[in-house]
Every structure is written in structure tokens, then in C-alpha cells.
């Protein structure tokens, strides 16, 4: 048995005239709803006001996040780890989403819990640390073999100038 895949190619015409197209044919109130991770990437087209309204920046967890979901979810306002916690928050990327799902764990012990999280914390900036040193280091030899200077050597060639 043999698949067949279709590549579609959607163009940036295409994509505006089926969003013009919703907003036409569908009546009064509708909501669409478009996420990325590069908005410096879209076409401005695509931004202006009429098709995307309202931008809503999601941020990684703040200190007062966590708060919000330490209350929301294990049912506490304070306790002696949340300085550690608000510090470990600080110096990590890490999503509302993922505090959550740590936070949601339905641990007896609160002690352990709040432990447990610092313990993510900490490993998911080891993580986020690692990815950015192998990122760094594809894009030096990306540079490298390219013919081009790396960051570094260019620092340093400007100092020699």
C-alpha cells in the first residue's frame, strides 16, 4: 500500500485572502486566534490593524507568576522556600505552564513539593543552558565553514585594528 503526500505551498497572498475571506463571510464577531514564535519574521501585512488586533506577549514565569500559581494551585501565599524559589524563576526560562504542572503534582507534603520544584528549576536551567552553548556552537561552525568569522574572532580582529 502506497501513501501519497501532498506538499502544500500557501502563499502569503493566499493565507491574507483566506483571513480576509473569514472575516468577510462569517457575520459580525469572530475571533482569530494566530500564535508564533517569531513575529519579527511575519510579513507586516499580516500585522496590521484589522487583521491582528491585539498582541499578546507570553512571557516565561516571573516571581509574582509563580505566586499567582502557588495560591491558585497548592493554596499558600507565602512559605520560607519562595525566595529561593522567586531566585531559581529569575535565572531560568521557564514557562507558567510548566510551574503549573509541577505545582499540580498532588503532594501531601508541601515541603517536598516546593523542594521538587527548585530541583525542576534547577535542572531545566542546566537544560536551557546546555541548548544554548550546542546552539552557539552549531552556529560558530555554521560560520566556520562558511568562510566566515566567528564573534569572537571578529572581537578580536577589531582589537588588533
Known amino acids: 500500500m502506497s501513501f501519497c503526500y501532498i506538499m ?32 519579527e519574521k511575519l510579513d507586516l501585512a499580516l500585522l496590521r490593524p484589522g487583521r491582528m488586533d491585539v498582541h499578546v506577549h507570553m512571557s ?5 507568576g509563580f505566586r499567582v500559581l502557588a495560591a491558585k494551585y ?5 512559605d520560607e522556600l519562595f525566595g529561593e524559589i522567586a531566585e531559581a524563576i529569575r535565572t531560568t526560562e521557564v514557562t507558567p505552564a510548566e510551574v503549573a504542572e509541577q505545582l499540580m503534582r498532588n503532594d501531601d ?3 517536598a513539593l516546593l523542594n521538587d520544584l527548585i530541583q525542576f528549576l534547577n ?39
Open 8 to 39: 502544500l505551498q500557501v502563499t502569503l497572498s493566499g493565507l491574507l485572502n483566506f483571513i480576509d475571506g473569514l472575516w468577510s463571510s462569517c457575520g459580525d464577531k469572530r475571533i482569530i486566534i494566530f500564535t508564533t514564535n517569531h513575529k
Open 60 to 64: 516565561y514565569c516571573t516571581p509574582c
Open 74 to 78: 497548592i493554596g499558600i501565599e507565602d
Open 109 to 111: 507534603d508541601l515541603d
Open 123 to 161: 535542572v531545566k536551567k542546566r537544560e536551557n543552558e546546555e541548548a544554548k552553548a550546542k546552539k552557539n556552537s552549531a552556529q560558530q561552525e555554521s560560520m566556520a565553514s562558511e568562510g566566515g568569522q566567528t564573534e569572537e574572532e571578529e572581537n578580536e580582529s577589531r582589537e588588533l585594528i
